[in-house]
């Protein structure tokens, strides 16, 4: 079955694609509702070196949907599980890797098929079940999880209160299960239907309702860790944005998304927001032309936003595009057709200068591809291993790696930033006030090998210095 989003029609528009900006590869295509390939893959990839692990809403041994990894160049392929219903079921969400091991969640199945949160080692051993919802502590999770230190953070689509969804705490190990929110609709305006993930700086959580809030268009909120202190810091009114269905993305203070209706023009904004509710600005309008109706988040690449659109472009079957932080510099990196896919409902994942992505349709099989797109303006390969304002070495490390002040303005208090190639910021920490060539340590070890972004931010917000960081073990 298809539920919620295969209900959306689709549409072959041509037997040709439009490659506008990068160069496009097919990496796998998958085969069908009996296929072992699964079929109608959702979310995004999440890159481990060379090897992407995602997961299918449907196909795999029982046609419940499974866990697959591939290599970047699309070979080896590997069915790491299939879904049976028992151990969860139509998944729509992406994995979450710590060290060698998986965490997900899936929208149905487990013991009262109302959905199930999963950890799994890379290499398909050690599956455990780590919490079965059943409506008391949450239902039909749609979105991704979101770890912290020992803790993973999420949110369930429906609950057991009101039923409009609740925020979650867990342990790695499953145990110390804490609703931290119930989703009420409109009193206060906490919003309701919570789709995408959490998006943690610090001890402070910042997420999206699909809808609730004041004028039932959605809301963003913030929310601490431990539950206190909810936070709603816009709630949407169809002009500036509706319905928002992926999650944000954080680069110093300001955060990034995208709406999936609303608009000028109806079918959804990209827009910017400081984490303390002002500031709002909508960086893009959508039009068709320029996509339409984006079902996921957005990726950062230095200053650059790279995202995807279920609708619109050349064909009217998705786009992947790429625009300034500023709103400006828009690009139509590549257009969906059918044969090379059609109506992504997830995020690009980024390496260097390359995009890896899903769509749920298109392909040889019609049942949805892996691709990859290479854009030479893109990445952060594009920046330099260290700012001229600061040293770090070495580079690449082990993880290890030490900061050098250079200049005087980081000789003031900054912070530092490291983000991983989902824009997930992985690092953090006060740089104390220090005179010339003083020296600190930053630890990232408990990071996968890949390529991070740094960044250096003055006590505004405002940039001061970005970079590079190699990790290679």
């Given at each position: 079955m298809r539920k919620l989003l295969l209900i959306l029609i689709f549409a072959l528009t041509s037997s040709l694609f439009t490659v506008c900006e990068g160069q496009y590869t097919d990496l796998i295509d998958f085969g069908g509702a009996s296929s072992p390939q699964g079929s109608f893959p959702c979310g995004d990839l999440t890159l481990s070196g060379s090897v992407l692990y995602g997961m299918t809403h449907e196909g795999g041994a029982n046609n419940d949907g499974c866990i697959f990894s591939v290599n970047t160049d699309g070979s080896g392929y590997a069915d790491i599980l299939d879904f049976t219903g028992a151990n969860?079921?139509?998944?729509?969400?992406?994995?979450?890797?710590?060290?060698?091991?998986?965490?997900?969640?899936?929208?149905?199945?487990?013991?009262?098929?109302?959905?199930?949160?999963?950890?799994?080692?890379?290499n398909g051993s050690g599956y455990k079940d780590l919490l079965d919802f059943d409506s008391l502590n949450g239902a039909n999770p749609y979105g991704s999880l979101t770890l912290s230190g020992n803790k993973l953070y999420g949110m369930a689509f429906i609950d057991a209160g009101a039923g409009f969804g609740c925020i979650f705490s867990i342990n790695k190990s499953g145990g110390g299960y804490k609703n931290?929110?119930?989703?009420?609709?409109?009193?206060?305006?906490?919003?309701?239907?919570?789709?995408?993930?959490?998006?943690?700086?610090?001890?402070?959580?910042?997420?999206?309702?699909?809808?609730?809030?004041?004028?039932?268009?959605?809301?963003?909120?913030?929310?601490?860790?431990?539950?206190?202190?909810?936070?709603?810091?816009l709630d949407f009114n169809y002009t500036n944005g509706s319905t928002p269905w992926g999650s944000l993305i954080l680069s110093g203070k300001v955060l990034y998304g995208m709406t999936g209706s609303g608009g000028a023009n109806g079918v959804g904004c990209v827009f910017a927001i400081d984490t303390n509710g002002s500031g709002y600005q909508t960086l893009l309008s959508?039009?068709?032309?320029?996509?339409?109706?984006?079902?996921?988040?957005?990726?950062?690449?230095?200053?650059?936003?790279?995202?995807?659109?279920y609708y619109g472009g050349a064909h009217d079957s998705g786009c992947v595009f790429s625009i300034n932080t500023n709103g400006s510099g828009y690009k139509d990196l590549l257009d969906f057709s059918g044969p090379n896919g059609g109506s992504p409902f997830g995020d690009v994942t980024l390496a260097g200068d390359t995009l890896y992505g899903m769509t749920i349709f298109g392909g040889a099989n019609k049942d949805g591809v892996i691709f990859s797109l290479i854009d030479a303006g893109l990445g952060i390969n594009n920046l330099p291993a260290?700012?001229?304002?600061?040293?770090?070495y070495p580079n690449p490390s082990n993880g290890v790696f030490t900061i050098e002040a250079k200049s005087e303005e980081l000789r003031t208090k900054n912070s530092l930033e490291i983000y991983n190639m989902l824009g997930e910021k992985v690092y953090s920490a006060i740089l104390p006030?220090?005179?010339?060539?003083?020296?600190?340590?930053?630890?990232?070890?408990?990071?996968?090998?890949?390529?991070?972004?740094?960044?250096?931010?003055?006590?505004?917000?405002?940039?001061?210095?970005?970079?590079?960081?190699v990790v290679q073990k």
């Amino acid at each position: 079955m298809r539920k919620l989003l295969l209900i959306l029609i689709f549409a072959l528009t041509s037997s040709l694609f439009t490659v506008c900006e990068g160069q496009y590869t097919d990496l796998i295509d998958f085969g069908g509702a009996s296929s072992p390939q699964g079929s109608f893959p959702c979310g995004d990839l999440t890159l481990s070196g060379s090897v992407l692990y995602g997961m299918t809403h449907e196909g795999g041994a029982n046609n419940d949907g499974c866990i697959f990894s591939v290599n970047t160049d699309g070979s080896g392929y590997a069915d790491i599980l299939d879904f049976t219903g028992a151990n969860g079921k139509y998944p729509y969400g992406s994995l979450t890797i710590s060290g060698t091991v998986l965490y997900g969640m899936t929208y149905f199945g487990g013991t009262k098929n109302m959905g199930r949160i999963f950890s799994i080692n890379t290499n398909g051993s050690g599956y455990k079940d780590l919490l079965d919802f059943d409506s008391l502590n949450g239902a039909n999770p749609y979105g991704s999880l979101t770890l912290s230190g020992n803790k993973l953070y999420g949110m369930a689509f429906i609950d057991a209160g009101a039923g409009f969804g609740c925020i979650f705490s867990i342990n790695k190990s499953g145990g110390g299960y804490k609703n931290l929110l119930n989703f009420n609709g409109t009193f206060p305006p906490y919003g309701s239907f919570p789709i995408g993930s959490l998006t943690l700086s610090g001890t402070k959580l910042y997420g999206l309702a699909q809808q609730g809030g004041v004028n039932n268009d959605g809301n963003i909120f913030s929310i601490d860790t431990s539950g206190n202190d909810y936070t709603d810091l816009l709630d949407f009114n169809y002009t500036n944005g509706s319905t928002p269905w992926g999650s944000l993305i954080l680069s110093g203070k300001v955060l990034y998304g995208m709406t999936g209706s609303g608009g000028a023009n109806g079918v959804g904004c990209v827009f910017a927001i400081d984490t303390n509710g002002s500031g709002y600005q909508t960086l893009l309008s959508f039009n068709h032309t320029n996509g339409a109706l984006p079902y996921g988040s957005l990726r950062l690449a230095g200053s650059t936003l790279c995202g995807m659109t279920y609708y619109g472009g050349a064909h009217d079957s998705g786009c992947v595009f790429s625009i300034n932080t500023n709103g400006s510099g828009y690009k139509d990196l590549l257009d969906f057709s059918g044969p090379n896919g059609g109506s992504p409902f997830g995020d690009v994942t980024l390496a260097g200068d390359t995009l890896y992505g899903m769509t749920i349709f298109g392909g040889a099989n019609k049942d949805g591809v892996i691709f990859s797109l290479i854009d030479a303006g893109l990445g952060i390969n594009n920046l330099p291993a260290n700012n001229g304002a600061i040293n770090i070495y070495p580079n690449p490390s082990n993880g290890v790696f030490t900061i050098e002040a250079k200049s005087e303005e980081l000789r003031t208090k900054n912070s530092l930033e490291i983000y991983n190639m989902l824009g997930e910021k992985v690092y953090s920490a006060i740089l104390p006030q220090t005179s010339e060539g003083a020296l600190n340590e930053i630890n990232i070890s408990n990071q996968p090998n890949g390529i991070y972004l740094y960044r250096v931010l003055n006590e505004d917000g405002s940039l001061v210095g970005e970079g590079k960081l190699v990790v290679q073990k």
